[in-house]
C-alpha cells in the first residue's frame, strides 16, 4: 500500500480519472446535476492540439443540450460530404462514390471538425464557470474498495500529486477511470481487455497543403496498390491526414525508440522530422497522380491500436465504472473513439446522480455496462466489416459496398443507436398505435428526435432540443393531437394530477404539487425546479390562439412553457403518433426513450418508473454535510 501524508484525506462522492474528452463530459455532466465530483489528470496540461477531432451528429445534439455547441461550431468546420477514391480498371486512381455524410434526420446533418484541444479548452472554460478545475498533475497510483467497512466512502483511493511527490489519500462512492487506452483505473480493478483484429498503425497529422486533388475539401477515402490515406478537412482550409503505415515504415520508425517497443494503443512522441518524410511519401504514391504539397505542419504523431474490448466495464463491486478507449478501442477510419466515449459518460452519470441522491435504486447502474457495451459490440464489428470490404479494390463503386456505406450512416453519425432492451428499454410494452414507416417513429431505445415546435403561451418557434437541457432529469412527453377537448385527455390529465402521478410519486418536496414550473432552456436553468424529477412536454395540433391554456385541466397549466402547438402536425408524423389517437412517451435524461404507450396508460409510466426509482427516497444517503464545504474543486480536505 502506498504511503501516504498523514492527515491529508480528501472526501468527494465521485472521482474522475482522466481529463480526456470522455472525463470532461463525465464532470461537466455531474456538476450540471447537482453531485460533489472530482476529477484528476496525470499530465501538467490539457491537450493543445491535434488528437480526436470529429464530433458525429448526435454528440453535436448532446453538446447542444450543454449549450457548448454553439461555441464549437464557431471554431470548427462542418464536414458535410463523403468521397472514396480507388484504382479503376486500368489502375488509374478514381472517384467511386461520393455522398452525404449524414443522412439521418438531425438538425446537424454534418461531421463538426475540430480539433481535441478545442473540445477540451470549451470544457475546461464551462466547468471553471461553474467553479470547477481539473486538477493536475495528480496521478492515480492505487485505490482499493471495501463497501463492507464503511457504506459511505468504500473506495479509497491514492493519488500521487507529481509536482511534489506526495501521495494523498481519497475517500470517494465512486470512481470513473476515464484516463485512455491504457487505463491505470482498468488495471488495478484488474480487468483485462481483449483484443479484436490486428493492430493498426497511423501516422495523423494536421496540415495546410497545395493540393490539385478535387476532394479535398470532403473526407475523402483513398485507397491505391500503394496502400491508403483518409483526408478531414480542418478549419482554416487546413486537413487532417491519416495514413495507415506499413511493416517497412515500421522497421524505420521503431529504430529511434529504445528497445523497439511502443505500447498499443498510444499517441507516440517521437522523431517527427522522420516520421513527416514518412507521410509525405506514402501520400505522394497513394495519391497520384494528384499532387499534395504539404506547406505547414501543426501537429503530427504516430497512432497505434487494436480494436477491442474489456471484459467488463465495471468492477465487481460496482464502484468503479470505465468509459471511453479505457473499456473500448476502435479503429480511427470512422472517427468514433472521442464520440463514443463521451456518450458513455452522458449515459453514466445521470445514473449516478439519482443513486446519489437517493432517488433511484443502484441496480439502475447496471444498465451502464448492458447498454455501452452493446453499442461497443456493435460498432466493432461493422468496422470490421467495412474494412474487409474497402481493402478489396474490386468492391470499391459495388453495390455491396454500396449497401454497407449506405446502411452506416445512422450508425456512424450515433442518431440510429438502439439500446437493447432491458431496465430502461420497454419495447415489449408498447401500447400507442406508432407508424413504423414514418422518419422517426418513437422507439424505445432510440433517442428522440427533435422537431421544430410552436411555443404556446408566446407563439414563438422553437426547437425541441433548445427546451432540453441536460439537467439530470426524466421527460414525459405527451403527443395529444387534437384530443385537448376529449374525455382521454381529460381522464389522462386527472391521473397526472393525482397522488399516483408519475410527476410528483417519487419527489421529496411534499408540496410540489402545487408548485409551477419555472421557464428553462439550454441558456437559463433555474433553481426552483432542482426538486424534479420529470418534465411534462404538451405537445398538440390544434390552433394555440384557439385554446387558453388557463382553461387547460391540470396539471398543464403549471406546465405552461412547456405547451406546443405542432403546426400541421408534422411532429407527430414524423415520430409516427396518430392526431387521432395520441401516445405517451417516457425519455430519459440523456435524450432516449424508455417506453411508450397510450393517452389512457399513464398509470405505466408510472410502473416503469416503480421499477428503477425510490419510492422512499431517505433510504440513501446522498451525503454526510460534515464532509463537504463550497471549496471551488468540490469536495473537502480534513
Not at 494 to 515: H, R
Request: charged share 20%; net charge neutral; with cysteine.
Amino acid at each position: 500500500m502506498p504511503t501516504s501524508i498523514p492527515g491529508v484525506n480528501v472526501f468527494t462522492d465521485v472521482l474522475i480519472v482522466g481529463a480526456g474528452p470522455s472525463g470532461y463530459m463525465a464532470v461537466l455532466t455531474l456538476i450540471r446535476y447537482g453531485v460533489d465530483v472530482r476529477i484528476i489528470d496525470k499530465r501538467s496540461t490539457r491537450v493543445q492540439f491535434g488528437h480526436a477531432s470529429g464530433l458525429q451528429p448526435r454528440t453535436q445534439e448532446i453538446l447542444h443540450t450543454l449549450n457548448l455547441h454553439d461555441t464549437l461550431d464557431a471554431r470548427g468546420n462542418r464536414m458535410s460530404e463523403t468521397a472514396f477514391w480507388g484504382p479503376d480498371a486500368t489502375g488509374r486512381l478514381s472517384r467511386c462514390i461520393v455522398g452525404p455524410e449524414v443522412t439521418s434526420p438531425t438538425p446537424f446533418p454534418h461531421v463538426l471538425v475540430t480539433d481535441q484541444g478545442c473540445t477540451e479548452g470549451v470544457f475546461d472554460d464551462e466547468i471553471s464557470a461553474r467553479g470547477h478545475r481539473v486538477q493536475r498533475p495528480m496521478e492515480l497510483v492505487h485505490y482499493a474498495c471495501d463497501s463492507a467497512s464503511d457504506q459511505r466512502w468504500p473506495v479509497t483511493a491514492y493519488v500521487r500529486n507529481q509536482s511534489s511527490g506526495a501521495i494523498e489519500v481519497w475517500h470517494t462512492k465512486y470512481l470513473i477511470g476515464a484516463d485512455g487506452a491504457g487505463s491505470i483505473v482498468r488495471h488495478i480493478a484488474g480487468l483485462r481487455r481483449k483484443p479484436n483484429g490486428d493492430e493498426e498503425v497511423w501516422a495523423v497529422a494536421d496540415v495546410w497543403a497545395h493540393t490539385d486533388f478535387p476532394d479535398a475539401r470532403r473526407r475523402a477515402a483513398v485507397w491505391s496498390s500503394n496502400g491508403g490515406c483518409m483526408l478531414i478537412p480542418n478549419k482554416d482550409n487546413g486537413m487532417r491526414v491519416y495514413v495507415q503505415l506499413q511493416r517497412k515504415h515500421l522497421n524505420v520508425l521503431d529504430g529511434n525508440i529504445p528497445g523497439g517497443f511502443v505500447h498499443p494503443s498510444t499517441v507516440l512522441p517521437e522523431n517527427s522530422t522522420l516520421l513527416f518524410e514518412i507521410l509525405r511519401a506514402c501520400l505522394s504514391e497513394v495519391m497520384a497522380p494528384f499532387t499534395m504539397d504539404i506547406t505547414r505542419v501543426a501537429w503530427i504523431s504516430r497512432y497505434r491500436v487494436t480494436q477491442g474490448i474489456a471484459e467488463r466495464f465495471v468492477d465487481p463491486f460496482q464502484r468503479t465504472y470505465l468509459v471511453g478507449d479505457a473499456c473500448h478501442t476502435q479503429s480511427p477510419k470512422a472517427g468514433q473513439s472521442m464520440n463514443l466515449g463521451m456518450m458513455d459518460s452522458f449515459n453514466l452519470t445521470w445514473k449516478l446522480a439519482l443513486v446519489l441522491k437517493g432517488m433511484a435504486k443502484p441496480s439502475l447502474l447496471e444498465s451502464y455496462e448492458v447498454e455501452r457495451r452493446h453499442i461497443a459490440n456493435q460498432f466493432i464489428e461493422f468496422d470490421i466489416k467495412f474494412a474487409h470490404i474497402y481493402l478489396q479494390k474490386e468492391a470499391l463503386g459495388s453495390p455491396e459496398f454500396f449497401s454497407v456505406w449506405k446502411q452506416s450512416h445512422g450508425f456512424i453519425s450515433g442518431c440510429a443507436h438502439r439500446y437493447p432492451e432491458g431496465l430502461l428499454t420497454r419495447s415489449s410494452a408498447i401500447r400507442a398505435r406508432i407508424n413504423q414507416s414514418a422518419a422517426e417513429p418513437l422507439t424505445p431505445g432510440k433517442r428522440l428526435h427533435t422537431m421544430t415546435l410552436t411555443r404556446h403561451m408566446d407563439g414563438t418557434a422553437v426547437g425541441l432540443l433548445e427546451d432540453m437541457p441536460s439537467n439530470g432529469r426524466f421527460h414525459l412527453f405527451v403527443f395529444a393531437g387534437k384530443l385537448m377537448t376529449f374525455a382521454i385527455f381529460k381522464a389522462m390529465a386527472n391521473f397526472l394530477s393525482s397522488s399516483e402521478s408519475p410527476l410528483t410519486y417519487f419527489s421529496k418536496s411534499t408540496d410540489s404539487s402545487s408548485d409551477s414550473f419555472q421557464s428553462e432552456n439550454i441558456r437559463q436553468g433555474h433553481v426552483s425546479n432542482s426538486f424534479r424529477y420529470l418534465d411534462l412536454f404538451l405537445i398538440h395540433t390544434s390552433n394555440h390562439l384557439e385554446i387558453e391554456l388557463c382553461k387547460l385541466p391540470k396539471p398543464f397549466p403549471q406546465w405552461a412553457s412547456r405547451v406546443y402547438e405542432d403546426v400541421g402536425g408534422h411532429g407527430h408524423a414524423a415520430h409516427g403518433v396518430s392526431e387521432k389517437y395520441g401516445a405517451l412517451a417516457l425519455v430519459r435524461p440523456d435524450g432516449y426513450i424508455t417506453a411508450v404507450t397510450s393517452l389512457d396508460n399513464a398509470r405505466g409510466i408510472l410502473d416503469c418508473l416503480k421499477d428503477f426509482m425510490l419510492e422512499t427516497p431517505s433510504d440513501y444517503e446522498m451525503f454526510d454535510p460534515g464532509f463537504h464545504d463550497s471549496s471551488s474543486m468540490g469536495g473537502s480536505v480534513v
